[in-house]
Structures are given as C-alpha cells and as structure tokens.
C-alpha cells in the first residue's frame, strides 16, 4: 500500500508508482505540517462524474484530486475547518463549503475565486444537499433547514421547527422534486420542491426498539430510502407505494449505524442493490439489501474509518481514516471475488498405476459455488438477519455509554486516552474540544437579553483597579463580567471574579458569548459551595484541600501551621486566580485541559498537587511574607509532574475526604435559558448591594443638587429669551391651529361621504353574494338529485340483474340435483348387482373349499389307518424279539422291559384320550389341519430307531408304536426331530379343544408341559431298552460260547 505525504504541496501526483492491480487500497493520502504534526482530514465529496473528489483538512484547506489524471491540486484556504462539502452541479467548477462559522461559501476551483457567501444559519451545517438540476441547494444544521437559490445565492425558504425537536438530515430526492426531511423523532415527511406542500409521510413500525434515525441512503433512481440509527437495525422503504419494505438486522458487532451509502452498479439502471453500512467501530460492511449477504467490508478495528464517499460511477471509495488520513479503495478489487466466474470442475485421479486393478481407482470431483446476489420481487415487511463472521469478540458486543457521546461528534473515552498520551489538546483544536466538553448550549437569545442590559454599575470603573492596556480586552472583560451580575447578583459583589473571568476573557476575546458560557459553566461546577460564606472566602472549600494534604504529606501541612500558613494562603491564591498567576499561558491551557476533562473535584486535588511539587522551596520558608510572595508569583515547576501528581491524588486520596464525595458531577448549562443561580447567602449580598445603592444614590444626588445650582443662574437667562420667543410662537400657533381645524373640517365631511359610498357598495356585494350562494346551493342540490335518481335507476338494473342471476343459477342447481339424483340411482343398481354377483361367487367358493377339505380328510384317515397297521406289524416284530429272548433264559429282565413298556402304553392311552375328548370337542376345520400335519409328519423318516450289539436288528422307537392320534393338535407338539423340523416356524396352530384363541393359548401351556415329561420319559425308557439289549446280546454271546465248548467238549470225549 503506497502512502503519500502530501505536506505544504499545492499540486503533485497522488501516487508516484502505478497501483497493483487486485489490491482494494489504491493509495493512502496523509498531510504533515510542521514538527510532523500530521493534519486531519475531515470531509470528502465526489462530483457528478465521480472520477475527482473534494477533500478538506483542519486547517481549512481545501483539495480536490483527479484519481482519472493522477493529480491533486489545492484549490482554497478557508482558513477553518470545514463541516460539509458539496460540489454544484450545474456549474462544474463551483463548489460549496460549509465552515465552522455557520456560513457557507462558494468557490471556483479553477480561479480560486470567492463566488458568493451565504449566512443565515446559526448552528454548524451538517450537510449539503444540491437538486439534480444544479438551482437549488439545502443546507440542514441541528435547528433548521434552508433552501437556497444557486443561481442568485438568495434563499428562498426556511425550515423552523420546535425546539423539542431537531432535524437530523434534509435533502432531496434524485430525478425529482422531492425533499426529505428527517427529524430526531424519527418521523420523514417528502414536500414538493417549488410549493412545499407536503406530499406523504412515511410510515414507521409501532412495535419493536427504537431506533433514532441519524442515517440515511437513497438509490439513484429516488425509488428506495434506507434509514439507521443507534442499533443493528435497518429500515428498507420503497419510496413509490410508501411502505416499509423490510428490516434488515445487522451483525450483533454493529451498534450504532454511522453513515450508509448506496454502492452503484453500471447495469442496474439506478436501483442499487448493495449497501454500504458504516458503524461504530469503524467497519463499513457492504450487503446485499434483498438477500442480505454481508459481500464485502473495509477498515477493521485498528485502521476505523470515520467517514466514506462513494463515487456516482461505482469505481472509487474514499475513506477518511481515524488518524485523519484518506484511503482510495477500488470497488473492482472488492468486488472480484465476489463477480468472479465460478471455477470448473476439476477430476483428480489418484493411484493410477499402470498395473493396478481399475477397481482401485479413485476420482475426487471439487466444485465451488460463488453466491451471487439476485433480485427479490417480495413486497411485505420482513425481518432478515445478517449473519456475522466468525470471531467475534466480547469488546465487540459492548454498547458504548451515552455519556460518552460528546455534542460535537466527538467521544469523550478518546479525548481522555489522547490527553493522557500527549498531555494536553491539539492547540489548533483546543477551543473546539474544550465547547464540546463543557457541552455549551449556545443560548443566543439568553445572552443577547443580558447584554441588552448594559454594563454593570460595579464594573464602571473597573480600569482603574485593573488597568489593561487593551481596550477591546477590557471591554470583553467588562461585557462578561456585567453579563455575570446580570445573571446572579452576587457577582456584582465577588471581588475576586474579574481574576476568574480574565483569562477566559483572553482565549475568548472574538467571542464574548462562548467566553461568557464557559466561565459560567466553570462557576456552577468548578466553584461549588465558594459563595456560602461569602464575602469570606471558602471555608469548607479549603478544609477539604487542606485534609487532603494533611492525608497525603502530613509533614508539609505540619510546617506550614507552625509557619502560621493557613489554608487562606497556601490554597486560595490557586483558587481565586486558577492559577494564572502562578503559571504561563501554555502551562495554564495544558492544566485546564485536565481539569475540564476530569471530575469538579479534579480542581482541588491539583492544588494539592501544586503545593506537594514545591515541597522543597516551601519547607524553606519560614516567614508568612514570603508565603504570600510564593503563591502569588510564578515558581519553577513541570506542569506534567503536578498532572501526574493529581491524578495520583485523585485515585489514592480515601472516600471520606475525597471532594468527590462532597462535589456533585458536572452539569452543563441548560439550553434556551441558562439556570438560576442561588447558592449564596442572598440577604448579605441585598444587604451590600442595598448599602452601595445608597451610597451611590447619595452621590449622585449631591452632584444633581451642584449641577442644579450652576444651571439655575443660566436657566434665567435663557428663561427671558425664551418668554419673548415664547409669546411671538404662541401667535403663529394660533394663526396655525385655526387654519388645521379648518383643514380637519373638510377632510371629516369628505370621509363621510366615502364611508356612505363604502356602505352602498358593500350592501350590494353582499346582495350579489347571497343571490350567488343561492344559485350555486340550487344547482348543487339539483347535482345532488341527479346523482340520487342515476344511482337508484343504477342499483334497480343491479338489483333486476342479479334477480336474473340467480333464477338461472337456481334452474342450473335443480337441474344439477336431478342429474345427480339419476346418477346415484343408477350406482345403487349396480351395487346391488355386484353384490349378488360376489355373494353367489364366495357361496360356490365356500362350498367347494368344504368339499375339498372334506376329501382331504378322508385320505388323511385312511393313512392314518396304514400308520396303525405298520405299528401293530412293528409290536409284533418285537413280541418275536422278546420271545427269543426268552428262549435265552432272560425271563426275569423281560419282566422289568415289559412294565415299563405298559406303563409307558398307559401313559399314552390316557394322553390319546385325552387328545380324543380335545378332538371330539373341536371344530372340523382343526381336526382337518391336524390331519394334515400327521400326513405331513409321517412322509418323513423317523431317526429314532435302535441297533443291537452287532449292529444287525433296527427297533423301531416306541413312539411309533402306539396310537398316533395323539399328536392329532398342536397344542403337544411331540419334540423329536422328525416332527419339530416337519412344522414351518413361526406357523401360528390353535388348540383343536379350545372356543376362542385366549382359552387356546393357556391349554396349549398345559398340555405341552404334559407332552414335555411324556418326552422326557420316552427318551429315558428307549436309554434303558438299549442297555438292556446290550446285556441281552453280551449274556447271549456268553451262551453260544459256552454251549460251543461243551459241544467241542462232548465231541473230544465221544472220539
């Protein structure tokens, strides 16, 4: 970013090295005087082409720079600041500067010449509005608005208002004669231009917080205005249906809206469609104002800006920065971001290998989006909020207090950090900065009633015990000083307040009416309870200076008591004086820079100080003479260090000595009439002022009486000329006074002639006005008439119209209604058909489905049949079996097989019976099922069969063997393997015994628990069979070994 100093030059380039393109700052322009002192800029304005701008600094110069040509050039030097600038459209090379003077002035820039000088204002003008023709300019300060006419420089009109309510902006409209006026009550009324008829008032929002409007905006086309105020709210209006279009709520850092401006776009016809949104902490943040993006910001916390320009073209931002130095941004280099094209899509390929698999490939697609703003056609209110970009930091969401706020823009926090940091005020600005903190009301009417009054009886003489050499310092001091005793009589009695007054008198000396407010605001806060005792001095003033030291250097106060010092005359002299008798001028300013940014009791703590800096030199004294000499008579001290040192008092010094304790804060005069001062004892100042009056009148009375002794002896004299002059004018008198009456006479009867002929006249005016009044009443009433008789033949063809109407739409409805009628008879019809139709269809169904079920079952029961046949061949196999066990001599094992196998018979005999009364009492439908699921179980192979030792013979499982109709439900279902794998699971069987699935469900319980120990007996049954054939078939092996040896045995023997 290239800086140029600018400095003493009349004319240069503004920069030396061509910008870089994509940088948004093109340059910073600063102006240092001497000793490197940098000067403020404070007011920019573009022209109409917008490729040149106006800026004016502190020092009242004037430039203007040609960012098209790359120069700059000072066109003027005012001489003081600057409040307002303004070019003038109709004549390119004119412009107009408000100054801090109240007036306004047109330039050439091109001559350098005075053009015209307009006054009339009697505020500081905030603004310059011109019309788009060039004719007419408004110049708006806090108390009123003119209209003025460029072309004479006359002004044409003037806006006044109540006191109660300020104007914050007046200005007109583009493309139009239309002015807005905008007033501290947040109400905007539009007037017509050339007859100042008011046209319409806009409408605020009832509900809500309010926001005290200081901002305004409007597009080039003069169709949408925006308004702001103290809060992150923004009031959109569309100027030609007059409504409130919508609010847009900004970011929670913005606090206060500062200034707005409309961002111009060459496509956009004049409907602007991004704003500029200048706020408290220096940030200007553009939006989008129908979508409601934040596109773009510039300044930041630490390079803040204070104000912006805008140029009509769109091209160029100028900013003033908050170290008074001016930026020129580039709205392309903003905006290229934000108009970009948006980027292709881009394919990365990864891992690609030549041997790889293509399954491995990977592709990554990246695509970015830029937001673009777009048109919202929505009309209703609506409440958008802007979201704001991260980091946000708590400083951010504090409000600033209002006390803070000075009147003259200016921020008391960073008046204080400035004074702390240089020590004393800009000496150029000192006056300003010192009006805006005693906040001086400026009550010109009050102080002209004051000074209507005269000079003061007790400042008369006043040059001869002050003899000032100047004239006009002595007659300010006189005006002030009479203004004072005007305003409170006690100060027609201080002797003491010429002392107070005078160097305020001397820095104020071109203007007695601010000289006059700031020693009255200096006495009402600065000089609290000093007139209690009067004419004493302060007593209790001066104890709490002397508790102070005695808290702070005991020893100091020690020394000056047993000097015999009291606080009369270490600490009144600083008081009476403040202390211009004991520093110099630059010394003195800085002091009371300090003095007046700090609390009333900051006064006393400085002397304290004052007297704690010259410890040394006072402990040296010992005689009260030199005492009095020391503190009437400048001393060698650094006025910083004793600044240092109140200000170490003032945050050390205990709360119950503290003067602030006893001192009330600063109070600022009050507008329109300053306050009534009373705090004195009033009956010993009547009681002197009385005693002086006297005194005086006795005086002049004397010098009247000797005045009137010398007179008398010429009045003789001068008596007998007179007497004979007298008589000789007494005749001419007469001669004189006949010829008048005369005179009066003929001038009377010709009055009462033109009296009658008035009369006549005037009776037959009003002849003429009545017999007109009758026709015009007549014709009205005839008017009236016709009106009645057309809108009664009117509504009768309504009437006879919509009788009409509705015959027609009542045939249409019967008719409708009979259609309808038919329509539905017929459906009943053919409902009732297709009922017929479906109940005939489900009867066939049902009967068919029975037959078929029926058939079923009948299969099933012969298989059921063959089941019980195979069973019975399979108990007969192992009758066999047994029997030819028995033949092997194991009768009494059998025995034990056999019980178990009838009881285990017995078992199921009762278990089929009961399944049978289960059966008996269900329905056909589950018998059928049931059926089914038998058939179904028995098509598989049972598993459940047995080997003997060898591993030849295959036994059927005794579950089998018995009767099958067991398993006929499903309420036990039998837990082999063959058939809990025949049932699909999740097959939902009710119980063959039960009337309803809630019974179904607690049989079904019951009986499998029964089927279970049934089960479990079964298995331990078919365990015990397999031992037994196990021994059975060792025991027989056993026997045919042993038979085979007696055989073998028999035949050794035979042979």
């Known amino acids: ?393 708590a400083e951010d969401k504090e409000f600033l207090c209002e006390q803070n706020e000075l009147p003259a823009g200016l921020n008391k926090k960073r008046l204080v950090a400035l004074l702390k940091a240089f020590g004393e005020y800009p000496a150029k600005y000192r006056m300003f900065v010192w009006r805006s903190l005693l906040c001086l009301p400026e009550n010109h009417a009050a102080y002209s009633s004051l000074t209507d009054k005269g000079l003061h009886s007790a400042f008369l003489t006043l040059h001869e015990k002050y003899p000032i050499k100047s004239h006009k310092l002595l007659r300010g001091l006189q005006r002030v000083l009479s203004a004072l005793a005007h305003w409170a009589a006690i100060f027609g009695e201080v002797e003491y307040l010429p002392l107070v007054a005078f160097p305020f008198v001397k820095l104020f000396q071109n203007n007695p009416m601010l000289c006059f407010e700031v020693v009255a605001t200096v006495i009402v806060n600065w000089c609290q309870h000093w007139f209690e005792y009067f004419p004493n001095p302060p007593l209790n003033i001066l104890n709490m200076a002397e508790n102070v030291l005695a808290h702070h250097d005991k020893e100091l106060l020690q020394h000056l008591v047993d000097c015999g010092v009291t606080s009369q005359l270490f600490v009144w002299p600083l008081l009476e004086t403040f202390f211009s008798e004991v520093l110099t001028r630059d010394e003195w300013l800085k002091l009371f820079d300090n003095i007046f940014s700090n609390h009333p009791s900051f006064l006393l703590m400085a002397c304290v100080a004052y007297i704690i800096c010259c410890r040394e030199p006072l402990l040296l004294c010992s005689q009260k003479q030199d005492f009095e000499y020391f503190f009437h008579h400048r001393n060698n001290m650094d006025v910083g ?101 005369n005179i009066l006479s003929q001038e009377e009867e010709r009055l009462t002639q033109q009296r009658a002929k008035l009369a006549a006249m005037k009776r037959e005016l009003k002849v003429k006005e009545l017999e007109l009044l009758d026709t015009t009443r007549r014709r009205f009433l005839k008017h009236q008439q016709d009106l009645r008789a057309s809108q009664i033949q009117r509504l009768d063809q309504e009437i006879s119209r919509k009788m009409t109407l509705y015959d027609q739409e009542t045939a249409a409805a019967v008719q409708d209604l009979e259609v309808r009628q038919m329509e539905m008879e017929v459906q009943r019809k053919q409902l009732e058909q297709r009922l017929l139709k479906e109940q005939e269809r489900a009867g066939r169904e049902d009967e068919g489905q029975v037959e078929r079920r029926t058939r079923q079952a009948e299969r099933e029961g012969e298989s059921c049949t063959e089941l019980l046949r195979n069973a019975e061949e399979d108990m007969q196999s192992r009758e066999e079996f047994l029997g030819g066990a028995r033949q092997l001599g194991l009768e009494s094992d059998w025995r034990e097989v056999r019980e178990r196998l009838q009881q285990a018979d017995r078992t199921r005999e009762g278990l089929t019976e009961t399944d049978t009364v289960g059966d008996v009492a269900g329905r056909k439908w589950d018998e059928v099922m049931t059926l089914r699921a038998l058939l179904q179980d028995h098509h598989q192979p049972c598993p459940s069969a047995f080997t003997d030792g060898e591993g030849q013979t295959r036994i059927r499982s005794p579950c089998l063997s018995r009767d099958p109709l067991r398993r006929h439900g499903a309420v036990t279902p039998v837990r082999t393997n063959s058939f809990t794998t025949a049932r699909p699971a999740g097959s939902q069987v009710l119980c063959l015994n039960s009337s309803s699935p809630s019974e179904s469900t607690s049989t079904n319980f019951s009986l499998d628990r029964g089927r279970a120990q049934l089960d479990s007996s079964e298995r331990e049954l078919l365990k015990e069979i397999r031992e037994l054939r196990q021994k059975l078939a060792a025991r027989a092996k056993e026997g045919s070994s042993a038979s085979s040896q007696s055989v073998h045995t028999l035949s050794s023997i035979s042979q």
């Open 641 to 741: 260090a004793m600044v240092k040192e109140a200000y170490r008092l003032m945050s050390s010094t205990p709360a119950d000595i503290h003067p602030r304790a006893m001192l009330s804060d600063f109070t600022p005069l009050t507008k329109g009439q300053y306050p009534v001062f009373n705090h004195y004892p009033e009956f010993i100042v009547e009681y002197q002022s009385r005693e002086k009056e006297k005194i005086r009148l006795q005086e002049m009375e004397y010098l009247r009486e000797r005045q009137e002794v010398s007179a008398m002896r010429a009045d003789f004299l001068r008596r007998q000329a007179e007497e004979e002059a007298f008589y000789a004018q007494q005749e001419l008198l007469q001669k004189a006074e006949e010829q008048r009456r």
């Open 1 to 393: 970013m290239e800086v140029t100093d600018i400095g003493n030059k009349e004319e240069g380039k503004i920069w030396h090295r061509k910008p870089t393109p994509g940088k948004s700052v093109l340059v910073t322009v600063v102006r240092t005087a001497q000793q490197a002192k940098t000067v403020r800029f404070l007011h920019v304005a573009f022209d109409t082409t917008g490729d040149s701008f106006l800026a004016g600094d502190h020092h009242g110069n004037i430039y203007v720079f040609d960012i098209s040509r790359n120069r700059f050039r000072l066109v003027q030097k005012t001489g003081q600041a600057c409040t307002s600038l303004a070019f003038s459209l109709r004549r390119t090379t004119e412009f107009l500067v408000a100054l801090a003077d109240y007036t306004i002035k047109c330039f050439d820039k091109d001559t350098k010449q005075l053009v015209s000088w307009m006054r009339g204002h009697e505020g500081a003008v905030s603004s310059i509005s011109v019309h788009s023709s060039g004719r007419y300019a408004i110049t708006t300060s806090s108390d009123t608005a003119q209209l003025w006419d460029l072309d004479t420089f006359q002004r044409k009109r003037k806006l006044n208002i109540r006191q109660s309510v300020g104007i914050q902006r007046v200005f007109f409209l583009p493309l139009s004669n239309t002015i807005l006026s905008c007033f501290s009550d947040d109400s905007i009324f539009a007037w017509e231009s050339d007859t100042l008829f008011c046209k319409y008032q806009l409408p605020v929002p009832d509900c809500g917080p309010r926001i005290f409007y200081k901002a305004f905006a409007v597009t080039r086309d003069g169709k949408s205005l925006t308004a702001g105020g103290r809060s992150n709210l923004l009031h959109l209006w569309c100027l030609d249906t007059k409504q409130l279009l919508r609010v847009i709520q900004m970011p929670t850092q913005v606090r206060t809206v500062r200034q707005l401006e409309f961002l111009p776009d060459s496509f956009d016809g004049g409907a602007s469609q991004t704003l500029g949104v200048l706020s408290q902490d220096g940030v200007m943040r553009f939006i989008h104002i129908h979508t409601c993006k934040l596109l773009f910001h510039v300044g930041s916390h630490d390079e803040s800006i204070t104000t912006v320009a805008v140029s009509p073209n769109g091209r160029h931002i100028v900013a003033i920065m908050d170290n008074g130095s001016v930026n020129i941004y580039s709205v392309q280099s903003l905006t290229q971001e934000l108009y970009k094209p948006p980027p292709s899509q881009v394919a990365v390929v990864s891992g690609g290998e030549a041997d790889q698999d293509f399954s491995n490939l990977k592709v990554k697609v990246r695509s970015e989006a830029v937001q673009r703003p777009t048109k919202s056609s929505g009309r209703r209110t609506q409440v958008k909020t802007l979201r704001p970009p991260a980091g946000t930091t």
